[in-house]
């Protein structure tokens, strides 16, 4: 009796089990199946735009000096009366705001981190790492409010510049999102390294210090460097702190005190305007689909990297 209900209870729990596996395998082909059609979507609309519009013109436009010679303009003003679609000054200014953004990011969130992994004790750990999740979940655009209302100002007066909205104060605001990013994936990645390279460091003399700069950094290298990636892809594909705090000039600048145009912010502007089906509309989506390739490229890499790195400490 007893033998024919554990039979029974186990046929129950392979088949449950059976059946749970075939739905996560559902929507994981599901969201496979998403994912290709938004790129197909994407890509699709993305080159209609290459039927009405020259490919040159979004690299630059031609513009008659009046002596026979004509010179390259890097300008987006798809709305003037000789529309200019280059892309060029929107992949500056999103680059620009992105890696200076990063930069910040990565040097004050791999402090955090270290703090927060070897320095802080378990206590102080339990304050801080809510504090970092808390401020990582503040919306953007209360971010972009501030900046508008009170880092304008205070940027303007204490570096003389005219131009009140920025690269720089953009930058600014995207790096206050992504440090509690790095901060904490650099937390993680430094935690997951084995406590007896630590103990074997202190066995040989080691101090803190050094046990962290020369054993426990190289062992989360990987780790480490997917935080910074995924920091960067958020930057590149945030909208709201960028199209409040940037200036939105589609003007080609790698200048942090003068105003920039990103593509998120471009999108974000433009789409809910354009008339449907003209050239504007498509070039959009010539945008769009760059943001979508590239930030999915950085995820990948960041993946990779997050991969390797478990491979390395599950060696260790």
Do not use: C
């Not at 490919?55 to 009366?81: A, C, R």
């Not at 020369?214 to 780790?223: D, Q, R």
């Not at 390739?293 to 990948?300: E, M, R």
């Amino acid at each position: 009796m007893n033998a024919d209900f554990l039979r029974h209870s186990h046929s129950l729990k392979h088949s449950r089990e059976k059946v749970i596996s075939f739905f996560l395998m559902l929507s994981g082909y599901f969201s496979l199946i998403i994912f290709l059609l938004i790129f197909v979507f994407l890509f699709f609309e993305a080159s209609k735009a290459f039927i009405s519009v020259d490919p040159l013109s979004f690299i630059f436009d031609h513009n008659d000096s009046g002596t026979g010679s004509f010179n390259k303009l890097f300008e987006w003003y798809p709305t003037s009366e000789n529309p200019k679609y280059s892309i060029l000054p929107l992949l500056a200014g999103t680059f620009l705001t992105a890696v200076f953004s990063t930069l910040i990011s990565s040097i004050l969130g791999i402090i955090s981190g270290i703090y927060l992994s070897e320095i802080a004790t378990p206590r102080t750990r339990e304050i801080l790492k809510p504090l970092f999740e808390f401020f990582s979940g503040i919306p953007t655009v209360v971010i972009g409010f501030f900046l508008l209302s009170a880092g304008a100002v205070f940027f303007q007066d204490m570096l003389g510049i005219n131009q009140k909205f920025n690269a720089l104060l953009a930058s600014t605001g995207l790096s206050l999102i992504i440090i509690p990013i790095v901060a904490s994936l650099t937390e993680e990645a430094l935690r997951a390294v084995p406590d007896h390279l630590r103990v074997e460091a202190y066995s040989l003399g080691a101090s803190k210090w050094q046990t962290t700069r020369l054993v426990i950094l190289p062992a989360a290298y990987s780790g480490i460097s997917a935080a910074i990636v995924l920091g960067f892809s958020r930057a590149i594909g945030e909208t709201m702190i960028v199209l409040m705090a940037s200036g939105n000039a589609g003007e080609l600048s790698f200048n942090l005190l003068q105003s920039i145009r990103t593509i998120s912010a471009t999108l974000a502007s433009e789409m809910g305007e354009v008339i449907y089906n003209s050239e504007h509309f498509f070039a959009l989506f010539v945008l769009g689909t760059f943001l979508f390739i590239f930030t999915f490229l950085l995820n990948v890499v960041a993946s990779f990297l997050s991969k390797r790195s478990a491979r390395w400490i599950r060696r260790l």
